[in-house]
Every structure is written in structure tokens, then in C-alpha cells.
């Protein structure tokens, strides 16, 4: 072979080597770009992933799903339900919790939110939350002040507009106005007879919710959830007081309740009645703005009822005077009153007072507010 035909074949498998390199280069550069699409199109779809969690989202066998309903003008929250699922035992309850629950905050947990917020207030009312904070992650500092006042885990949230809301929960009735399943959605749950069918059906409706999971964590209870028998569904209302205009919950009952429910057997048989505070008659309350009331140290706490009485004065109230408890050391705030409808506008205010009737009172006060350690406001 001559020296100019070994060249020209050396010239011609040096390009072709540069073309299959050049083949491979592209290759790759197109994999990567729809690797990039995919996962840009995935982390679009899934709001949980856009931002920093400030509780730890769990979505274990034991569903604890808090749903909110908001409103799209407004942002308010307008209903709450506790949705509990047991994915051993195929157990559903729902546990309405009103949008007018008020908590008074920790001190401790108080101070890590006001370095996030300064508009949220000690004294925070759910149904005002994505005014306190901005962004999905509103969601979860609700959850973090809520299960706080629940002495309860939540794992996770759901909030969807109030428009696809009651589209989902319908009230039970009239005299039970709890939340339960719509009809329509339970009719829709039925047709999936499988995991496969229930994937669809989460995924179907997964673009008009807002949660702090993915689909995919979702859609793991996907198979348990056909297995839920729509007859044994349980329904439950926070236990609580309506005082004035807002709901004061209570934390020893409502423990109690939803330990209860996690320790509960596979249900066979119906509820026999729904549990509760919202479905009793709320016995109305008298205000105390106008009333006679003194404040009594019983903490041993320096400057603790001068303190409350510039609180509850700038609140409103008529303070007669204060003065030091002539008693043993109080761990929680008592109140006492001497109509038994007076007082309980003030339960609000304290950490878990109580109030109670007591016929004659000193220096002709209506009200008594003896104070705890546990109210203690350094």
C-alpha cells in the first residue's frame, strides 16, 4: 500500500472516531437536559419540595392528616378536621376542630415563632394563620402551635379550598355538626377495588391540593384505603368551651380521645354516637368586661399579678385591685366567680385555669383570678 493510502485511511478513521465521540457527546448532553426537564417538571408538581419544613412530616402507618379549609380571597381558614387512618387496622376517624380555636402559645415555642413572625400574637386563632406566617409553610407552623394544645402528633397537612372542601366534607347534621365524608367522595372511594385504582384516584385530585408530602407518600396508603368499610368510618368533635366568639380547647379530654382512638381495635361494628364538645349545648356565657375582678398572687412570683392586671386592663377589663393569695402555692390559674355564666371569656388567656362557682367572694369582687405558676409571664 502506498504511503498516501495508508494516510487517507489513517485521515478517515480519525473522523469517523470524532463522529461516534461526537454521537456520544450529544448523547449525553440530550439525557442530561431531559433528566433536568423531568426533574424540574417533578419538583413543579410537588409544592412539599419548594420550601424548608419546620415540623417533621411523617406519613408512618398512622396517618395524621390535619385538613384545612381556606378561603381563596380572603386566605382565612374557614374548617378544620383531624383525619386519623390506622393502616394496620384500616380504622378511619375524623375529629372536626373548629377554625375559631384560640391557643394561648408557650413561651418557649412563642419565642422561636417571633423570630419567623412579628405579626402573630401569644394568643393565636387558627383561623388566622396565613396571616401570621406567608407561603405553604403557614400550614405547618398551624400544626406546630395545634399539636401543642392536642398534646398530639400530627404528621402532615392537607389544605384545599373552600370550594373543593365541600366538595369532600359535608356536616353531619344539624344537631352533630361534625365533618364527615360527602356522600359523593364515598361513592367515588367505592369503585376503586384496587391499589392501582386508588392511585388514580389520589393522583386524580392531587393537582387542586396543597400538602406537605409527595404523591408518591400518598399514595402508599393507597391499598389500605381500599380496605376501609365506609360504615365504620368514626366522627368525633374537639372537646372544648365556646367562650365569646372564640373555641378554647380542652387538652386533658382531647388526649384522652385521640389516644384512645390510636389504641383502638379494627372497628366491626357503627358508631353508636359521635363523641365530643360540638354536638352538646353549649351553655352561653355572660361576659366579664364590667365586672368587679381582683387578681390574686398564689405563684410566689414577684410582680405576677401587677403584671396580669395590665394585661387583662388593656384587654378590657375592670381590675379592682391585686393582691397576694393568703393559701398554699398554685400550680394552675383558678377562677373563681359568682354567676356561673361569668368567666369563662377569661379561660382564654390562661394556660389551663378553670373556673368555678363560689357564693361569697372578699373585698365584694364578682370575679377572683388566683394565679398559678403556670401562668407566669417572665
Not at 504511503?3 to 439525557?31: E, R
Not at 405547618?140 to 366534607?169: C, M, P, V
Not at 357503627?270 to 352538646?280: C, R, T
Request: with cysteine; aromatic share 10%; net charge neutral.
Amino acid at each position: 500500500m502506498s504511503k498516501s493510502g495508508a494516510v487517507g485511511i489513517a485521515v478517515k478513521y480519525f473522523f469517523k472516531t470524532i463522529g461516534v465521540m461526537v454521537l456520544f457527546i450529544a448523547a449525553g448532553i440530550l439525557s442530561y437536559y431531559l433528566t433536568m426537564l423531568y426533574y424540574k417538571q417533578t419538583t413543579r408538581l410537588e409544592r412539599s419540595t419548594q420550601y424548608t419544613h419546620v415540623i417533621d412530616v411523617n406519613a408512618g402507618s398512622e396517618s395524621s392528616n390535619l385538613i384545612y379549609s381556606y378561603n381563596k380571597d380572603t386566605k382565612k381558614i374557614e374548617a378544620m378536621v383531624l383525619e386519623l387512618f390506622d393502616e394496620n387496622t384500616k380504622n378511619l376517624d375524623y375529629i372536626t376542630i373548629p377554625a375559631n380555636t384560640q391557643i394561648s402559645i408557650s413561651g418557649k415555642t412563642y419565642g422561636e415563632l417571633l423570630e419567623v413572625s412579628q405579626q402573630i400574637p401569644q394568643l393565636a386563632t387558627m383561623s388566622e394563620i396565613n396571616t401570621y406566617f406567608s407561603g405553604d409553610v403557614a400550614y405547618e407552623y398551624g400544626i406546630k402551635i395545634l399539636q401543642e394544645e392536642l398534646k398530639a402528633d400530627i404528621g402532615y397537612f392537607t389544605a384545599l379550598s373552600s370550594e373543593q372542601f365541600n366538595r369532600y366534607f359535608e356536616k353531619k347534621s344539624k344537631s352533630e355538626p361534625v365533618y364527615k365524608p360527602s356522600q359523593a367522595l364515598l361513592a367515588e372511594a367505592e369503585k376503586c377495588t384496587s391499589e392501582g385504582d386508588m392511585d388514580d384516584f389520589i393522583e386524580d385530585r392531587w393537582g387542586e391540593m396543597i400538602s406537605d408530602i409527595t404523591l408518591s407518600q400518598k399514595q402508599n396508603y393507597s391499598r389500605a384505603l381500599t380496605e376501609v368499610k365506609k360504615e365504620f368510618i368514626r366522627l368525633h368533635g374537639a372537646y372544648g368551651t365556646k367562650s365569646g366568639d372564640v373555641f378554647v380547647l380542652n387538652k386533658r379530654k382531647n388526649k384522652k380521645m385521640i389516644n384512645d382512638i390510636w389504641e383502638s381495635k379494627a372497628y366491626t361494628i357503627e358508631q353508636a354516637a359521635v363523641d365530643g364538645s360540638l354536638n352538646k349545648a353549649t351553655e352561653k356565657s355572660e361576659t366579664s368586661v364590667g365586672r368587679k375582678i381582683w387578681i390574686y398572687n398564689a405563684s410566689n412570683i414577684n410582680g405576677l399579678a401587677a403584671a396580669w392586671q395590665e394585661r387583662l386592663q388593656t384587654a378590657g377589663f375592670s381590675i379592682a385591685g391585686v393582691d397576694n393569695y393568703r393559701g398554699t402555692e398554685q400550680k394552675k390559674t383558678v377562677i373563681h366567680v359568682k354567676k356561673k355564666k361569668w368567666g369563662r371569656d377569661l379561660l382564654k388567656y390562661f394556660k389551663n385555669a378553670s373556673v368555678e362557682k363560689v357564693d361569697n367572694l372578699a373585698n365584694e369582687a364578682d370575679i377572683e383570678i388566683i394565679l398559678g405558676t403556670q401562668d407566669d409571664l417572665s
